[in-house]
């Protein structure tokens, strides 16, 4: 018993530590990835490299575990997690990625195959030991990501050496433990054994659920981090928040016996729903720490529970020495949604590039600031974690606020600039030209969103600028198109010119200009709403009675609860500011919400559509 106990402990501070550095590694390969300049979909597939080479690794293993001794795996599987994390440290090209991640796939299936098996030969039942391996995986998971975000900030190295160290320690308890012999081989081929056990009675269960926690736990390596980062988390808040979505899997696999107890169809649906719309919540609040954090933490739980009660009705429903088939067959399963959920979200991503996930909540915009008031303010913007850059041609700051963007020290592919161009470039040749010159000007080598600034329908040439944004995105010069001061009228014609829906209408909103009408037609057809001048300058509304009273009662200012307004509804404010303080205070609205009753009293300050500058108007327009 002695020995057992001993094994526990050892086993434990192994998974710890291995899973400390893949944690490390979940949070660091979307960050590098980003910070080398790569796209959303080549994250996605870089993910799916890693479920590759585990899917394969996987296929193997119920064979290689009736030659090689558990143990050996779980050795071999710290060196390699660590070479993993080494890789990584080198210059950021695409084939030092795929090496990296083809030794971490690997480096899983040997590591949590073969510490499940372990566990459950030294445990009297299966479910108490996967228990123990998914709490130690807990806590390393939990750990990993938090101090990985933390390094981050200081060094992009620093959290992959840590990752080293985490990964060459774990070699050392693993190597101390019992040395079980490998598992008796059966009669029967392995192919077959393989099929008669998918379709025994609670084996079938056990791999979808293993599939459920698999496709969690890929998407919250690649795109949850993606999705934060892109909607203005720093590295450090992603790291903590996906720290608690690991850390409430140690919740729910202390759930799994009371869990286990309710039967396995109840068991497969208490996982799969809770766990799905948990991580289902995610996107459209990403901006919002809060809710996600919430919402990763119920996701955490139901992985807790598909992942160690999956495993263990898979080892109770078969022989002893079977079990490293069962366990290495749910871990296909798994491996195999690990592959798919990159690859499909890839899909995804390249087909509509733009979300309401993938746009930074809130932005600046730069009217009318000009030469250096305007470098000063973006470069302090950029520094102080504004993601959505807003500029254009009509504003003649598109020179000013490329060089603050160049001396910002923030790597351009973490930002989102968007610019737009006039009315006399109303045609598709004439979009091109706008768009290199805009280029030009700003001195960057791609806008990730170029828009008509205003429709000007005395001319109707405004669908033709838009088949020339279209190019633009055919040709994939930009990541998203869109439109500005555009009504509803104008949105149908330029829809049914094209098929072609926008990414965005960037229209004249704040409380008192709430813009009911446009924004149901902008919801009906996916178009994000963008809102200029969304705390009201021209009329005031900073000073109104009622939101002078819920900014003290919120402790908040009154420019903070206007643009919390828009972004607790989805609207994206890009607000103008110069002074420091004054970009400090417009983007730090994600810490506090406004009540019901808040919401109520600020609808009530709306003034009507006809209030709103009308883009129909000869006088408006550029």
């Known amino acids: 018993m002695a020995s057992v106990n001993r094994d526990r402990v050892l086993s434990a501070l192994a998974i710890i530590l291995f899973s400390f550095a893949l944690g490390t590694l979940s949070i660091i390969v979307p960050l590098l990835g980003m910070h080398a300049g790569y796209t959303p979909s080549a994250i996605g597939l870089l993910v799916a490299i890693a ?12 064979a290689l575990m009736r030659r090689i001794p558990d143990k050996s795996f779980l050795v071999g599987s710290g060196v390699m ?6 890789l990584l440290a080198l210059p950021p090209v695409f084939v030092v990625f795929v090496a990296s991640q083809l030794v971490q796939g690997a480096a899983r299936a040997f590591f949590w195959t073969s510490s499940q098996t372990h566990a459950v030969r030294t445990s009297a039942a299966p479910v108490s030991g996967l228990r123990d391996v998914n709490l130690a995986a807990g806590v390393g998971a939990f750990l990993g990501p938090a101090v990985a975000g933390y390094l981050w900030e200081i060094s992009v190295q620093l959290p992959l050496m840590v990752g080293v160290v985490a990964g060459s320690v774990a070699v050392v308890p693993a190597a101390l433990l019992i040395k079980f012999p490998p598992f008796t081989a059966k009669p029967s081929s392995p192919t077959g054994r393989d099929v008669r056990l998918w379709r025994r009675p609670g084996v079938n269960a056990a791999c979808w659920m293993n599939t459920s926690a698999g496709a969690w736990k890929s998407l919250l390596d690649s795109y949850v981090p993606l999705a934060l980062s892109l909607a203005g988390q720093p590295a450090a808040v992603i790291g903590i928040l996906l720290s608690l979505a690991n850390a409430t899997v140690l919740a729910g696999s202390t759930l799994s016996g009371w869990v286990r107890n309710r039967g396995v169809r109840a068991s497969l649906v208490i996982g799969v729903l809770t766990t799905g719309l948990g991580l289902a919540a995610v996107g459209p609040f990403a901006g919002l720490t809060a809710p996600v954090a919430v919402a990763l933490a119920v996701s955490g739980i139901g992985a807790g529970i598909l992942q160690t009660v999956g495993p263990a009705i898979a080892a109770e429903k078969v022989h002893p020495e079977e079990r490293g088939d069962a366990l290495a067959l749910t871990g296909t399963f798994r491996a195999t949604a690990l592959l798919l959920s ?117 001319l109707d040439q405004y669908p033709e600028a838009w088949k020339g944004l279209v190019k633009l995105l055919d040709e994939g010069r930009v990541k998203a198109i869109g439109v500005s001061n555009f009504k509803p009228n104008h949105l149908e014609k330029i ?57 003290q009662r919120a402790a908040k200012t009154p420019a903070q609860v206007l643009l919390r307004w828009h972004v607790q509804q989805g609207i994206v404010p890009i607000p103008q500011a110069a002074k420091p303080e004054w970009l400090v205070e417009n983007i730090s609205v994600f810490d506090f919400f406004l009540t019901a009753e808040d919401m109520e009293a600020l609808a009530g300050l709306d003034r009507g559509e006809n209030a709103a500058r009308d883009s129909d108007a000869p006088e408006n327009g550029h």
């Open 342 to 458: 990159p690859l499909a979200m890839a899909g995804l991503v390249t087909l509509a590039p733009v979300t309401a996930a993938l746009i930074p909540h809130l932005g600046l915009g730069t009217w009318p600031l000009v030469g250096e008031e305007c470098e000063t303010a973006v470069r302090y913007a950029v520094r102080s974690g504004y993601r959505l850059i807003d500029t254009a041609f009509q504003y003649r700051n598109e020179d000013a606020v490329g060089r603050g963007i160049r001396t910002a020290g923030v790597p351009r592919e973490e930002l989102f600039v968007s610019s737009k161009f006039n009315k006399e470039s109303h045609s598709v040749d004439g979009v091109q030209r706008a768009y290199d010159r805009s280029l030009h000007t700003l001195g960057l080598d791609y806008l990730d969103m170029f828009m008509c600034h205003w429709p000007v329908p005395a």
């Open 51 to 62: 479920a590759v080479a585990q899917l394969i690794t996987r296929l193997y293993m119920g």
């Open 81 to 86: 997690i660590a070479v993993s994390c080494a």
């Open 495 to 551: 829809v049914a010119a094209t098929g072609v829906v926008p990414d965005v209408n960037q229209i004249q909103l704040s409380p008192d200009l709430a813009r009911l009408p446009p924004r149901a037609v902008h919801q009906d057809l996916g178009i994000t709403t963008e809102a200029w001048s969304p705390i009201g300058r021209e009329s005031g509304l900073r000073d109104h009675p009622i939101v002078a009273e819920i900014a």
